[in-house]
Antibody, heavy 121, light 106 residues
Framework: EVQLVQSGAEAKKAGESLKISCQGS????????IGWVRQMPGKGLEWMGI????????KYSPSFEGHVTISADKSSNTAYLQWSSLKASDSGIYYC??????????????WGQGTMVAVSS | IQLTQSPSFLSASVGDSITITCRAS??????FAWYQQKPGKAPDLLIY???TLQTGVPSRFSGSGSGTEFSLTISGLQPEDFATYYC?????????FGGGTKVEIK
């Protein structure tokens, strides 16, 4: 079964660092782009960025570039989203999602279960 | 590319047919998708490449459009269709989502 399993909920303080993970299984991890999507409480979906694990090519939304880092480790089939200095406004649910077709991004058909991040000030 | 999704809220009855529209700020190609999200769950892909139904999605869902205007139609709402729907363009980076349409039971 193809699936993405995300790390558990986090409670942090503003200014702290954080790295959450998304482990893929059931497919060739390196061949599919994996993206990250934020959903703030009661709000819509925001696309943050996406990485191609095969060569680590990464695209960011201007809204998030410089504040988060997306990475991937092919040896462990895991994608990561990290912050060096959290803000209270980073609180929300973070989803990873895999592209449907190898090598291109025409849709996101496999989603992780989401990681809730709560940042207190 | 900004996506303006309308309406943001829709009240309908079981059996109704509804259409949700997404307007893009510039012309985009065929990489356009629709997702359904239920409370507390991750989104599910419904339609990709404007009009192709994802495997397992009922045929009452359909997508259409081109250029700057795209739509999702549900023909004959079922109780399990009451959810929030999002459009997404995957034509140009940064990829963007529409603001969402919440479909509630009248």
């Amino acid at each position: 079964e193809v699936q993405l399993v995300q790390s558990g909920a986090e409670a942090k303080k503003a200014g702290e660092s954080l790295k959450i993970s998304c482990q893929g299984s059931g497919y060739t991890f390196a061949s599919y782009w994996i993206g990250w999507v934020r959903q703030m409480p009661g709000k819509g979906l925001e696309w943050m960025g996406i990485i191609y694990p095969r060569d680590s090519d990464t695209k960011y939304s201007p809204s998030f570039e410089g504040h988060v880092t997306i990475s991937a480790d092919k040896s462990s089939n895991t994608a990561y989203l990290q912050w060096s200095s959290l803000k209270a406004s980073d609180s929300g649910i973070y989803y990873c999602a895999r592209a449907a077709v190898p090598g291109i991004v025409n849709s996101l058909n496999i989603w992780g279960q989401g990681t809730m991040v709560a940042v207190s000030s | 590319i900004q996506l303006t999704q309308s309406p943001s809220f829709l009240s309908a009855s079981v059996g109704d047919s509804i259409t949700i529209t997404c307007r893009a700020s510039q012309g985009i190609g065929s990489y356009f998708a629709w997702y359904q999200q239920k409370p507390g769950k991750a989104p599910d892909l419904l339609i990709y490449d404007v009009s192709t139904l994802q495997t397992g999605v009922p045929s009452r869902f359909s997508g259409s459009g081109s250029g700057t205007e795209f739509s999702l139609t549900i023909s004959g709402l079922q109780p399990e269709d009451f959810a929030t729907y999002y459009c997404q363009q995957l034509h140009l980076y940064p990829l963007t989502f529409g603001g969402g349409t919440k479909v509630e039971i009248k």
